[in-house]
């Protein structure tokens, strides 16, 4: 039988109690644990790769001091592009990899005098500076094709490598390397 009362109901008397509210989902305990063990297994993995590129990078420079003995200044190259694009099937850090063609760069170019060499790339006149002409044939303005660091795209190109993206171009970092090596006077490459 219905009770009568008078005014409200007190929803915290001890007569009703507190409502309960149903539990549908999962606890708040069990998403937090869920996204804690994500995010551990996500920094673990980071940094496997992470060390796993260090290796390659420290196998790589121990490679080009040997072989920067008998390789001249394009060769250097030739084996830095070609250390680049192992790095895919090594699984590692493509960041860490771009950053150690430099690195490569200096070991190779280092192991022997590159005197010779560096006049030519310390000669703005040099025909390594001079734009091709394929460069000035896709230039906008074809007067200043191979200009102020560009010319590095058409020294890829004449080796058939196109820069898509040029700030993660592999031959082009290999090249602004022996000019940076070139102009510390054989002393750095400025990563």
């Known amino acids: 039988?219905?009770?009568?009362?008078?005014?409200?109901?007190?929803?915290?008397?001890?007569?009703?109690?507190?409502?309960?509210?149903?539990?549908?989902?999962?606890?708040?305990?069990?998403?937090?644990?869920?996204?804690?063990?994500?995010?551990?297994?996500?920094?673990?993995?980071a940094?496997?790769?992470?060390?796993?590129?260090?290796?390659w990078v420290v196998q790589g420079i121990e490679a080009m001091d040997e072989a920067g003995k008998g390789l001249d200044a394009e060769g250097c190259i030739d084996?830095?592009?070609?250390?680049?694009?192992?790095?895919?099937?090594e699984d590692t850090n493509a960041a860490v990899c771009f950053k150690g063609v430099d690195i490569l760069m200096f070991h190779c170019l280092a192991a022997q005098d590159r005197s010779d060499t560096c006049e030519l790339y310390l000669d703005p006149e040099s025909e390594i500076h001079q734009a091709t002409e394929d460069m000035r044939e896709r230039a906008r303005n074809p007067d200043k094709a191979g200009e102020s660091g560009r010319w590095v795209y058409g020294r890829c190109e004449e080796r058939g490598m196109r820069c898509i993206n040029k700030r993660e171009c592999a031959c082009a970092e290999a090249y602004r390397a022996v000019d940076s090596f070139c102009r510390t006077g054989q002393q750095a490459v400025q990563l």
Do not use: F, N
């Open 1 to 45: 039988m219905p009770q009568v009362t008078e005014g409200r109901e007190d929803p915290t008397s001890a007569e009703h109690g507190a409502p309960e509210l149903p539990q549908d989902g999962p606890s708040l305990k069990v998403i937090l644990m869920i996204v804690s063990v994500v995010i551990v297994a996500t920094g673990v993995l």
């Open 47 to 55: 940094y496997y790769r992470y060390a796993r590129s260090e290796r």
């Open 79 to 89: 084996a830095a592009i070609e250390w680049h694009d192992a790095c895919d099937q």
